[in-house]
């Protein structure tokens, strides 16, 4: 891929969730922009102004932010999409994409830091039009190959699964620090990432734990408590 803008020119038809670092996400429909720092009422407003439709996640084995014996366990399970905080489980959907959002870390509860968006396996169609899309700087994040994506992004790096003992080759997500974003789940057989989150600039509430943005450093676990 030569070219950011050309080469992955946006389909008519189709609804397109624009990523913009450090501010949040700009939605189809005229809803506006999902900006960071913003309340619970406010993001659930905008998301249901969007999408074809909204309703409340259940909590799943989950744990919240109280249940965890240590910050750097709710820090990891907050980075992995494990934390449920009430008043943030709202989940939209968009033709072929799932859209969560989550607040920050204690210091930060009560705004908008975090929002996670996964391709569906089988896309819901609701318009009858060709499946959303999200994209940065032009570039459909899930329409193309994982290596084509990565060829466009400023300084990614690969994140080894800490649970993955020293298997060859074990990267469970690619972090790209400059635009507080991170890709995920290019497993076997898969021709492109289906999972990706954006962050808030800075520390997202979670000062008291580590510096860690994209990944928690000080060697936190989400799944202390869930399953051991």
Known sequence: MTSRRTAHRTPDGQAVLELL???GVALPGGAGVLRFGAG??????RLSAAASETYGGLQCGALTLADYPEPRHAHAAWL???????????VALFD????????????????????????????????????ACVVWDGVDLF?????EILSVLPEAVPLPDPRAGAAVGAVA??????????????????????????????????????????????????????LY
């Not at 799932?98 to 318009?127: F, I, K, N, Y």
């Not at 890709?183 to 008291?208: I, K, M, Q, V, Y």
């Open 143 to 147: 329409g193309h190959s994982a290596e």
């Open 40 to 45: 619970p009422d406010e993001a659930r407003a």
């Open 173 to 226: 997500d690619v972090a790209v620090p400059r635009l507080g974003l991170r890709l995920g789940e290019n497993g076997p057989g898969s021709s492109g990432w289906s999972r990706l989150t954006l962050t808030a600039d800075g520390f997202a509430g979670w000062s008291g734990c580590c510096p860690g943005r994209l990944r928690c450093e000080a060697g936190g676990d989400g799944l202390v408590g869930i």
């Open 96 to 131: 072929g994409l799932q859209v969560t959002l989550a607040a920050g870390g204690p210091d930060a509860v009560d705004r908008l830091a975090r929002v996670e968006v996964r391709r569906l396996t089988s896309p819901r169609s609701a318009s009858g039009e060709g499946a």
């Open 80 to 90: 992995d999409g494990h934390l449920f905080q009430p008043g943030w489980n709202t």
């Open 21 to 23: 670092p450090g501010t």
